[in-house]
């Protein structure tokens, strides 16, 4: 692990994570519940896994659709409305995979969740999902009072612009009043990385299944998981004169 990710993890004067992929791995749960809404609507539409990781280019579930349905060839009528209410049943969909309990916070989540709580450093969220897909996943993984230990959180559709753009994070720091450069923001995509750097915040990256082979080379530390930060931070108990 490279030295000092978790000294600045510990430093930061809030944390903001972001939810798909770095809380948890729901993106296989997204692309299932979006081929389930299609089913339910009667279009022929399945989106395979490489054919998933390729639209995940798209932020945002409607801005996905809108994006599937430019590239077919033949293209029936898609109004703003049909998109909305597709979303609307992916959503129920998701909501309902989530709820079977099939997808648990990645590795280090709740120890570095715990650990920040312990020490009174104050928590975010900067997503593009939804608040109703936040709370679905953060309920069953951490309570029902879950957002009660979070000091700011912020869904793609509050803001103007989604990931890649800065909005959420830009809001997260104007709700929190502190400084880009104190904050960091924990990460999974390419996207994301942009969003965060462009708010001038120090970016800590855990690869997750669909975004590993982004490019990350902006980014301040790039781990498997967060369970490599706790390890650091036992080996430096282990050796108080460590550098
Ligand atoms: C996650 C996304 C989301 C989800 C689907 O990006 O792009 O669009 O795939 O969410 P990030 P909705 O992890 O960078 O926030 O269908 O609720 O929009
Ligand atoms: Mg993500």
Known sequence: MQ??????????????????????????????AFNAAFVHHGLDWRWDRAVYK??????????????????????????????AELHRIKTAHYAE?????????????????GAAKARGQPLAIATTTSHGNIDALLSRALGKRWAADFDAIVAGDDVRHKKPAPD????????????????VAIEDSGNGLIAASRANIPVLITRSMFFRDDDFAEAQFVLDDLSELEAADKKTEKQPHAQ
Do not use: M, N, W
Request: net charge negative.
């Open 97 to 113: 995979l989530v709820e079977t309990g099939c997808c648990s916070l990645r590795p280090g989540v709740a120890e570095l969740l």
């Open 54 to 83: 390729d639209l995940l280019r798209v932020t945002g579930g409607k801005e996905r659709i809108r994006a599937y349905h430019a590239r077919q060839r033949i293209a029936f009528p898609l109004p703003d409305g049909d998109i």
């Open 168 to 183: 959420v994070y830009l809001e997260i720091l104007a709700r929190l009043k502190l400084e880009p450069a104190d904050c």
């Open 3 to 32: 030295p000092g990710a978790a000294e600045l993890v510990r430093r930061a004067a809030a944390l903001i994570f972001d939810v798909d992929g770095t809380l948890a791995e729901t993106e296989e749960l997204h692309r299932r």
